[in-house]
């Protein structure tokens, strides 16, 4: 009897024990760290998977160069973006059209690896196409309060946006509103349009031409003797870079020369200004000498890094210190990372991942894609905001960390295994039922046959590939 009672008391004690601590702070944290842990696992194998897939049906393919996707959520259900939580991690903005919308779409903000989607700006608030090519892509204020972006190339468009996120106030301007960057204290911003350079006052929501003086000024005078056959010049402003954490604006003018000279080419120049000093200028080189200054130049969008062309290709540098730089790999020319992370100038957001030389990895090039889970909704456009928690030295922030990392040679080859058996049994199938309207084209002809990998150096090499019951069969 007293063995039952204590044997029941034992019971009731351990259940107790359970109970405290399901409930408990430590527990449930520990469950949450140990539930959100599977789900990222989980997440990243079937994205391994997919990646590990274009080797099983193509010989000779190298796993030198891979594909990853990264899964994003549905646009509808995306909230509101709180302007003043932008969070401690890098974001990637982007242009969301739904299906049900085609013609107008929303500004999204997300975490690198396609997690937290978030609404910037409805279709209705943009009101546009906006643009994503070169220094035209969308910009964000240090303080992630405002936005700046182009849905115009000509004046009577007013293309140039200016957005408040707190108070959902919008402002257009004419022109194609070239970005030059943000002072730090997201007061203002700096833009070129039409041969001119402006400042955007964000409290005041309005913009004021920069009265900058150049040493061959468009002034009435030269236009009214133009043509009297004399020499005559005139500086446009081509484009504006805050440099030195703005303290600096750097400014591209090129000089043309009236019709008496016509022989005379076209030249460009930099002009150095203390910001708020628009009278006094100094001029620059700026740009180191292997940089091809006629070709374009990329500046990420916080102005601490930027690409221009080289004899090699593009290549990236520190803009606070030439000395770090790298070539930028796989044709990219927009710097993220030096050295480790890039991305193209596309339409679709699509990141290039190096890998680094203590990294061990049958994938050496690594483009990241952002899917959406309707096919018929469209993602078009990308540029990095940088929130405030880490802004203070980016080119030394490591943002691959925030991308699911590269493949050990034996997470490849399980990966590839499971694909396989999955792709043998599914074909198995099709030829058995090759009438079946489940089946598609790209089925059909993923079937034809199926290929193994063996690792070539330091590369997975596609071989050894048999067909399938179709091809025997003929």
């Known amino acids: 009897m007293n ?5 029941g008391v034992s019971a009731m004690v351990i259940l107790g024990l359970g109970a405290g601590a399901v409930f408990s702070p430590q527990m449930t944290q520990w469950l949450d760290a140990r539930a959100k842990a599977k789900a990222e696992q989980a997440r990243y194998d079937i994205a391994l998977k997919k990646t590990v897939s274009f080797l099983d049906s193509r010989p000779g393919e190298s796993s030198a160069l891979a594909w990853w996707y990264l899964k994003v959520s549905d646009p509808r259900t995306a909230p509101l973006a709180q302007w003043d939580k932008p969070g401690n991690k890098p974001q990637i903005m982007t242009q969301i059209y739904v299906e049900e919308n085609q013609k107008q779409a929303g500004l999204y903000t997300m975490n690198l690896d396609g997690t937290n989607l978030q609404t910037l700006l409805t279709a209705d608030e943009v009101n546009g196409l906006v643009s994503w090519t070169k220094n035209l892509r969308v910009q964000r204020s240090p303080n992630g309060r405002y936005m700046l972006f182009n849905t115009g190339l000509f004046a009577q468009q007013k293309g140039c946006v200016l957005a408040d996120l707190k108070t959902r106030q919008i402002e257009r301007f004419g022109g194609d509103c070239n970005f030059g960057g943000w002072l730090p204290d997201s007061s203002k911003a700096y833009v070129s349009q039409l041969g001119k350079a402006y400042q955007l006052d964000t409290k005041a929501m309005k913009r004021s031409l920069l009265p900058l003086a150049l040493p061959n000024p468009d002034t009435p005078e030269v236009n009214k003797v133009w043509l009297d056959g004399n020499e005559h010049a005139i500086d446009r402003v081509k484009w504006v870079r805050l440099v030195n954490n703005g303290a600096q604006l750097l400014v591209k003018v090129k000089t043309r020369y009236n019709m008496g000279y016509l022989n005379r080419a076209a030249t460009s120049s930099y002009l150095s200004y203390q910001v708020g000093d628009w009278q006094n200028y100094q001029q620059a080189e700026f740009y180191p000498q292997d940089c091809i200054r006629e070709n374009y130049i990329y500046w990420r969008e916080d102005g601490g890094a930027y690409s221009c ?14 000395s770090q730089s790298a070539l930028l790999a796989d044709d990219t020319r927009y710097p ?139």
């Open 309 to 322: 062309y080289t004899a090699e290709g593009y290549r990236a540098y520190n803009a606070n210190d030439f």
């Open 3 to 7: 063995k039952k009672i204590i044997l």
């Open 336 to 474: 993220l990372q030096l050295g480790l992370l890039s991305g193209r100038e596309s339409l679709t957001p699509n990141l290039t991942r190096q890998r680094q030389p203590d990294e061990s990895s049958p994938i050496d090039t690594l483009r990241y894609f952002y899917k959406l889970p309707n096919p018929r909704d469209d993602m078009s456009g990308f540029s990095l905001y940088i929130p405030p928690a880490i802004s203070s030295d980016l080119n030394h922030y490591d943002l691959v960390q925030q991308l699911p990392a590269l493949p050990t040679y034996s997470q490849y080859k399980s990966a590839f295994a499971i694909n396989y058996q999955e792709e043998f049994d599914k074909c198995e199938l099709l030829w058995q039922t090759p009438n079946d309207s489940k089946w598609t084209r790209r089925d059909f002809n993923g079937c034809k046959r199926l290929c193994q990998i063996e690792k070539v150096g330091s590369h997975f090499i596609s071989g050894d590939c048999k067909p399938m019951k179709e091809n025997r069969r003929g």
